[in-house]
């Protein structure tokens, strides 16, 4: 599964979840530190990336921690 962390949680996280065998990456190694919502989303879908922000609680209900949702204005 492929993983985009957001800006609110540290970029040591997406380090983690690579070294356990993820696709995962920070929006800080991309250069998206200050993006707006729509343009992680936008990375996010084309990525193929669930999009992995502090909102979101383990119960995957958050605009941001899935990709099938659409975004909140």
Do not use: Y
């Not at 492929?2 to 995962?24: I, W």
């Not at 879908?45 to 979101?56: K, T, V």
């Amino acid at each position: 599964m492929k993983f985009l962390v957001d800006a609110q949680l540290p970029p040591a996280l997406a380090r983690a979840m690579a070294s356990e065998g993820h696709d995962a990456v920070h929006v800080c190694d991309l250069d998206m530190t200050s993006a707006s919502d729509p343009e992680v989303w936008n990375e996010g879908l084309r990525r193929g990336a669930a999009i992995h922000g502090p909102d979101d609680r383990g119960g995957g209900k958050d605009h941001r921690s899935s990709v099938t949702a659409s975004p909140r204005g």
